[in-house]
């Protein structure tokens, strides 16, 4: 058990002197586990996801602006031709999404188009549920399908003391994707993971410092309370608080070319880049994104490219932009993958914005990735191609792309554990990579 | 909804036997379940009227005096304000968002003019800083407006948030605080959208309805201005309406119905998910509720049926003809379906179970629940009697069994040290929460700051679901690190919204660290530790004891935050 022979080497590298006062937090047994991760982490391929929760509006995000169909189903909401982004003479893309087209001209970018969950929900809850325990129409399978590709990734399995950094989520609490075996860790904010106290530059309050610091106790308490569902959580916190003292959130510098976009999702992505630079070990990386369900004034004003969903886009394409651009020589061992539970209805509301709809697009983007071009087949925009005579219908499932990511850049062979009842096995992959 | 870590099910190692629960326990589990815990003296209250006529009084929250937690809460920032006022400060912000468009066109321009990068999502208030100092004056005033509008809807929903607090830390009334938290979140609005006119919803539509019929509480909540405003009914239109005033050069547009609210009416506050609807009864009701608006005079203040904008085809609505040529009526059956549909009874009967009782309640138990729901059509007063004085209730099973939300583990804190609410400081939250911070951790040294780090920001959580009921959902390592946070912070002294300053009372305690031990286990959570919790205190204490700096209040505010942040004081 991975599990069992990790405590052993935290207890028997020094870690328990280190809980007892008796030397200095960043002492001998820091070096030790950051040797240890070090050793783990050399040439890791890292998956990077980024959930755009709410449904984001695929047609608006890439516009289909050859469809003949496309300005007739949505006359004042669709962006016009001449300030569309465009990519191959078919498809362009928002003019917010301007950070990504360098990218995508380098062919470092893909658009997966059309693509989605064929459960055909339109209940975000339902739908983000099946998107991200990867079994769409069955509620039965319990864990999240980045847990288990954290599980059967082979670099993973090979590595006896695995990272506790190895399958993080930033910016929140456990995502349903990351829950199950694979032990993750969600940090809301590296600059607080951290009991107060510990760390330099925090250390004022006597009584929470002196004799050896209320973070030991605390952990003694957690410890102790095996088979409560708090010990394991509690137990991944304080090796990962450990190792991340060496790295100091407060005073990192990105890349000079990268310009996370203010807020939480920047600084999540910014944080992403930070622990993966920092060679802690970071295997599956996760982050979100909302507030993309545009049921209403999708844009603002009279034009189209402004707006909600212009904002969205802006902070979106801003930060995946900024996030590649820092992870430098980093950046061909990682793979940065977009996805949202559905698309939104093909024609516009009666309120200038979008209901509940199927497929939408997705975006790859980094190491090993075919860029340059708009995957998946087209299926039309008339009455009778649209799904259900309302949505833009499904032509790639989204086990498709992600079970493609997942082989050819994580190393995960086996596809049926990884989506339990996908039957379209590898002759659905796209070719992204 | 789903195990989290390879666990059993939500089991506690200390817990885990089926002694039946001593008539201390009992009343301790009352006193978390249909309350936020425990304060200093509660048990012996208790003990002395019996737990069975502490549980009747607290169904019958107009008989309990409290008087002095209304007049804090009067004192708070718009509490007093009616509907009517809050809606003419909606009205502002909308205003000034429209002519925000105009400024930031205009920025834009003065930035492009002086040469500066206008690309990525940059505020209005960032722009405006790039520029250079001439053309920064000429747009400062149409900045600040906007602002100032904002700020003052901000400020009202900071009185919110302190409201809650305030109510659930002191009020005599904890169950219906405990229901007004679970109502509110059932009918989840997000401020981040519906701003301060959530703040209209809970007092208007929420409190007063959360012991009486249900079908009165989802009217309520159906023309609740900040529910048609948060799910967008109130823009949904029969399909081609033109509407009555448009601004001037604005572009027409196709209207039409807006399926938002019918969708989550369904999904989330009625039926459930797998409640038997299809797309089309989403489609059908949205038509149903097609002129469900607001006053736009009062934008957000107050109620308003638009009869012109009434689809008055007809309609089938779960198989049953909703006749055309009709009103509000439409809406108004298809709310009486839905309120007193079997799957919505089953639906809300097992939630209620979950918060009250454990996250996979007994079928025994919700069964009684619908019943109960059945017979009584819907009256929640009974209904929530039926599950609280149940066995089910009071079976060891459910001892313990609860992990507390982040809510419900600062305010039950604040009790357990018998503190209370710094009023002064709780009127001033419109500082602390300011203009576009809602959402924001905020300011850490607040009990609102303090609960968003650990994952529950109040009245900003984005989806119509509301935060989950399954505690199960607040195990995760980041969170747990912002308890522990917390618990050292609150005990030191370093929050300002709560008064903390009567300390925690050791002066009596004589015999050692033991004896200290032992006390503040008592104070803090009526004794009810694992013994290796205890052994680990004890041997906390006694490593602070040795360091010469130590005295007794270091040593006891070490051993209080940590039974604070223990395992023992996450549950309920």
């Known amino acids: 058990m991975n599990e069992i022979k990790r405590r052993v080497f935290l207890k028997n590298g020094g870690l328990a002197l280190a809980s007892v006062g008796l030397i200095p937090a960043l002492g001998p047994a820091f070096l030790g586990r950051a040797a240890l991760a070090q050793g783990a982490s050399k040439k890791k391929k890292t998956l990077i996801c980024v959930f755009l929760r709410g449904a984001m509006d695929g047609l608006s995000a890439v516009t289909p602006h050859g469809d003949p169909n496309l300005y007739k189903l949505r006359q004042s909401i669709a962006v016009p031709r001449q300030s569309l982004l465009d990519l191959d003479g078919f498809f362009g893309m928002h003019p917010a999404l301007a950070p990504l087209l360098p990218l995508y001209k380098s062919q470092k970018l893909a658009v997966i188009h059309a693509c989605g969950s064929p459960a055909g929900t339109r209940s975000h809850f339902d739908a983000m549920d099946y998107m991200e325990s990867g079994s769409p129409g069955s509620k039965s399978v319990r864990d999240g399908w980045l847990a288990r590709a954290t599980l059967l990734c082979p670099e993973d399995k090979k590595n006896a003391a695995h990272s506790p950094f190895r399958a993080v989520a930033l910016g929140g609490g456990m995502p349903r994707i990351l829950q199950g075996d694979a032990q993750a860790l969600a940090i809301p904010d590296l600059k607080t993971f951290g009991i107060k106290g510990d760390r330099s530059g925090a250390m004022l309050e006597s009584a929470m410092t002196m004799g050896g610091g209320a973070s030991d106790g605390f952990e003694t308490l957690y410890d102790k309370a095996v088979g409560d569902v708090l010990h394991g959580p509690a137990e991944e916190s304080f090796e990962a608080m450990r190792m991340l003292r060496s790295i100091d959130p407060n005073r990192y510098v990105p890349n000079r070319d990268a310009r996370y976009p203010n807020g939480r999702f920047g600084t999540s992505l910014m944080q992403i880049a930070q622990l993966i630079k920092a060679d802690v070990g970071v295997e599956i990386a996760f982050a979100d994104l909302g507030g993309w369900d545009t049921h209403a004034n999708q844009i603002q004003g009279p034009d189209p490219s402004r707006g909600r969903l212009a904002t969205l886009l802006g902070e979106m394409s801003q930060g995946l932009a900024a996030l590649y651009s820092d992870l430098g020589d980093r950046r061909e061992d990682c793979v940065i993958l977009t996805m949202s539970e559905f698309g939104r209805t093909a024609r516009q509301n009666g309120t200038g914005g979008t209901d509940h709809g199927t497929a939408t697009c997705f975006f790859a983007l980094g190491g090993g990735i075919r860029g340059g071009k708009v995957y998946g087949d087209w299926p039309g925009l008339t009455q009778e191609q649209l799904y259900e005579g309302r949505d833009l219908k499904l032509t790639t499932d989204f086990r498709a792309v992600f079970g493609e990511v997942a082989k050819k850049h994580l190393g995960v062979t086996n596809l049926e554990k990884l989506f339990p009842g996908f039957t379209g096995g590898e002759k659905s992959f796209r070719g992204l990579m | ?572």
């Open chain 2, 1 to 572: 909804m789903f195990p989290l870590i390879p666990a059993p099910p939500a089991a506690s190692a200390s817990f885990q036997d089926d002694t039946p629960l001593t008539q201390d326990q009992r009343i301790l589990h009352a006193l978390g379940r249909l309350g936020f815990g425990a304060r200093p003296g509660d048990l012996e209250k208790i003990k002395k009227i019996g737990l069975g006529a502490y549980i009747a009084r607290q169904l019958q929250p107009d008989k309990i005096d409290d008087g002095s937690v209304e007049r804090s809460v009067a004192s708070l920032y718009g509490a007093q304000m009616s509907a009517e006022e809050i809606g003419q400060h909606e009205r502002a912000v909308l205003m000034a968002n429209v002519d925000a468009v105009q400024t930031r066109k205009k920025l834009e321009d003065a930035a492009r003019e002086s040469g500066i990068d206008t690309s990525g999502a940059m505020t209005p208030g960032q722009l405006l800083q790039k520029l250079p100092p001439e053309k920064r004056q000429a747009l400062l005033g149409a900045t600040q407006k906007g602002a100032q509008a904002r700020q003052e809807a901000a400020a009202i929903g900071g009185g919110l948030v302190a409201e809650k607090f305030l109510r659930a830390v002191e009020s005599e009334r904890q169950l219906q605080e405990v229901l007004v938290d679970f109502w509110s979140n059932h009918f989840n609005i997000d401020m981040g959208k519906a701003r301060s006119t959530k703040a209209i919803d809970e007092r208007l539509a929420i409190r007063p309805h959360v012991l009486g019929k249900f079908r009165t509480l989802l009217g309520a909540s159906a023309k609740s201005p900040a529910m048609l405003i948060y799910l967008d009914n109130f823009q949904s239109v029969a399909a081609n309406t033109q509407p009555m005033f448009r601004r001037p050069g604005a572009k027409k547009m196709p209207r039409g119905i807006n399926e938002n609210y019918a969708r989550e009416l369904m999904e989330l506050h009625t039926l459930g998910v797998d409640g038997g609807y299809t797309q089309k009864d989403v489609t059908e009701v949205a038509r149903c509720l097609t002129g469900w608006s607001i006053d736009g005079n009062r934008y957000g203040g107050t109620f308003q049926f638009r009869n012109f904008a009434h689809d008055r085809g007809e309609k089938t609505v779960l198989g049953v003809k909703i006749p055309a040529g009709r009103g509000i009526e439409d809406g108004e059956q298809v709310l009486d379906m839905l309120a007193r549909s079997p799957a919505t009874i089953r639906s809300l009967s097992t939630k209620l179970c979950r918060r009250f009782v454990s996250d996979e309640p007994p079928a025994s138990l919700v069964n009684k629940c619908a019943q109960t729901w059945e017979k009584t059509d819907g009256d929640l007063r009974e209904v929530v009697r039926t599950i609280v004085t149940s066995d089910e209730f009071f079976a060891p099973q459910a001892y313990k069994k609860k992990l507390k939300s982040p809510f419900e583990f600062v305010v039950s804190s604040a009790r357990a040290l018998g503190a209370t609410c710094r009023t002064p400081a709780l009127q001033n939250y419109k500082l602390a929460i300011g203009q576009g911070a809602i959402r924001n951790t905020g300011n850490e040294r607040t009990l609102s700051g303090q609960v968003s780090l650990m994952g529950q920001p109040l009245y900003a959580y984005s989806f119509p679901t509301g935060y989950p009921e399954d505690s199960r959902k607040w195990v995760s390592a980041g969170q747990l690190i912002a308890r522990l946070n917390f618990s050292l912070t609150f005990v030191d002294g370093g929050l300002y919204d709560i008064d903390f300053s009567q300390g925690l009372q050791i002066n009596s305690v004589t015999g050692g660290t033991p004896a200290l031990v032992d006390f503040l286990s008592e104070k803090l959570i009526g004794g009810q530790l694992s013994p290796g919790t205890r052994a680990t205190l004890l041997k906390q204490a006694e490593a602070i004891v040795k360091t010469p700096e130590a005295s007794k209040l270091t040593t006891a505010r070490r051993v209080a935050a940590l039974v604070l942040g223990s395992p023992e004081f996450q549950r309920r």
